[in-house]
């Protein structure tokens, strides 16, 4: 069964850019969350969608959003890019019920510019 | 690949010997923490996970502990091995009927495993 797959791995944006990361869920996972890893801020939850339907959000500005399709991938859009928008950006995925285990992908590693 | 969490506590352990990495966790209403294992470079990695009416629970080599008393969480490792080698987050899911997947990180501890 193939784990969560994030696309692209890396990537290089200037400053004012915006940005487009790719996540795939485990088959048959109906929740994908997004967050954000710093080495000042460390994991910081950005958002959840289950259904195509964001659930919960974090603490961050507007220029982060997210959303998900009808086969439960999950695209995260961050416009106007700044210097501290560098980071590592995690996809987590799961079923979605109570109890379930919450898995991680690889990340996807952004530096601006 | 990159590092993350520059300035983590770091606990270093001669390989064979158990280690135990201890949380803090917040919110006195959280009903499920995990603990996972993030190597250099990729994505944290589930390890083992303990729901808020338990106060133990075993693994293969690992095992956590959950004072709810204290809000503390711990994960044992039996017979560390170098490629225990790595930074571990503990991590708690609020309680909302089950209806979030948002998890709170801790800043995490960097696991070093001496041969």
């Known amino acids: 069964k193939a784990g969560v797959t994030q696309t692209p791995r890396y990537l290089i944006k200037t400053r004012g850019q915006q940005v487009t990361l790719s996540c795939s869920p485990i088959s048959g996972h109906r929740s994908v969350s997004w967050y954000q890893q710093t080495p000042g801020q460390g994991l910081q939850f950005l958002f959840e969608?289950?259904?195509?339907?964001?659930?919960n959000k974090g603490n961050f500005p507007g220029r982060f959003s997210g959303r998900q399709f009808s086969n439960s991938r999950s695209e995260m859009n961050v416009s106007t890019l700044e210097l501290g928008d560098s980071a590592l950006y995690l996809c987590?995925?799961?079923?979605?019920?109570?109890?379930?285990?919450?898995?991680f992908g690889e990340g996807s590693w952004l530096t601006v510019v | 690949g990159e590092s993350v969490g520059l300035h983590l506590p770091t606990l270093s352990v001669q390989e064979g010997d158990n280690s135990i990495i201890n949380c803090a966790y917040s919110?006195?209403?959280?009903?499920?923490f995990i603990w996972y294992k993030q190597e250099s470079g990729k994505g944290p990695q589930f390890i083992i996970d303990i729901r808020s009416n338990m106060d133990k629970r075993q693994g293969q080599r690992v095992t956590v502990l959950l004072n709810k008393t204290v809000k503390h969480l711990s994960l044992q490792i039996a017979a560390t091995q170098p490629g225990d080698s790595a930074v571990y987050f503990c991590?708690?899911?609020?309680?909302?009927?089950?209806?979030?997947?948002?998890?709170?990180f801790g800043t995490g501890t960097l696991l070093a495993v001496q041969p």
């Open positions: 969608y289950f259904s195509e339907t964001q659930r």
């Open positions: 987590a995925s799961s079923t979605g019920t109570a109890g379930n285990t919450i898995y």
């Open positions: 919110n006195s209403a959280s009903d499920y």
């Open positions: 991590a708690e899911r609020m309680a909302r009927g089950g209806a979030t997947n948002k998890l709170i």
